[in-house]
């Protein structure tokens, strides 16, 4: 299978339990911000977006919250479940024209039975 | 996969050869990506386009070339000047200049023996 994700950080959570992954982002002038979910030989899935002009979004038991002091960026999954199983990473990007994201190198969840 | 498509799924290749992969979107996005995914490592830019007929250089270009004659297709040609081919190669897209989410396709892994 595809080897994306060797030797990134783990974040082992129960079934049933909060995740909570976490994103610093390199680029002040970023405005905008999008969480996705890589399951392995998979392409990445767009799960959330964010605007620099707001500092939480929710969805489907997932919730974005942006600190844009600190340069940081989270994802937040209720109730694990064992399909939540992947990488995820963010990216950003700005509105001023350019077309280029930047991505993180993401955070592999385990959801553990 | 958000009407991305990409092929092969896998790809094989000798050394010294030169090979295509294919990208599709049924999404009329103006702007096309390519990426490159090795383990542990962020996406990479290879090469952009944002209309018909014009594309520019990302942060890897070398090795690589690509077309754009049609606003569905930007396939990527992986000539044998690239040194280090074997990766994960993945096709996105997005709507348009603004910030904007981008997509992705589902990739092709690119095996060189």
């Known amino acids: 299978g595809e080897s994306v994700g060797l030797h990134l950080p783990t974040l082992s959570v129960q079934e049933g339990d909060n995740s909570i992954i976490n994103c610093a982002y390199s680029n002040s002038a970023s405005d905008y911000f999008i969480w996705y979910k890589q399951e392995s030989g998979k392409g990445p899935q767009f799960i959330i977006d964010?605007?620099?002009?707001?500092d939480k979004r929710q969805g489907q038991r997932v919730t974005v919250l942006l600190n844009k002091t600190v340069k940081h960026l989270s994802l937040q999954i209720a109730a694990t479940q064992p399909g939540d199983s992947a990488v995820y990473f963010c990216a950003e990007n700005m509105s001023s024209g350019t077309y280029k994201y930047i991505f993180g190198t993401g955070t592999r969840l385990k959801v553990l039975a | 996969d958000g009407g991305i498509t990409q092929s092969p799924k896998y790809l094989f290749r000798k050394e010294g050869q030169n090979v295509t992969l294919s990208c599709e979107q049924n999404?009329?996005?103006?702007?096309m990506y390519w990426y490159r995914q090795d383990p542990g490592q962020g996406l990479r830019l290879i090469y952009y386009s944002q209309i018909v007929n014009d594309f520019q250089k990302g942060d890897i270009a070398e090795g690589y070339s690509v077309s754009r004659e049609k606003k569905e297709s930007f396939p990527l040609t992986v000539t044998s000047a690239q040194k280090n081919p074997t990766a994960f190669y993945l096709c996105?897209?997005?709507?348009?200049?603004?910030?904007?989410?981008?997509?992705f396709g589902p990739g092709t892994r690119l095996t060189v023996l």
């Open positions: 964010i605007r620099s002009n707001m």
């Open positions: 999404l009329n996005h103006d702007a």
């Open positions: 996105a897209s997005r709507r348009d200049q603004g910030a904007d989410t981008q997509y």
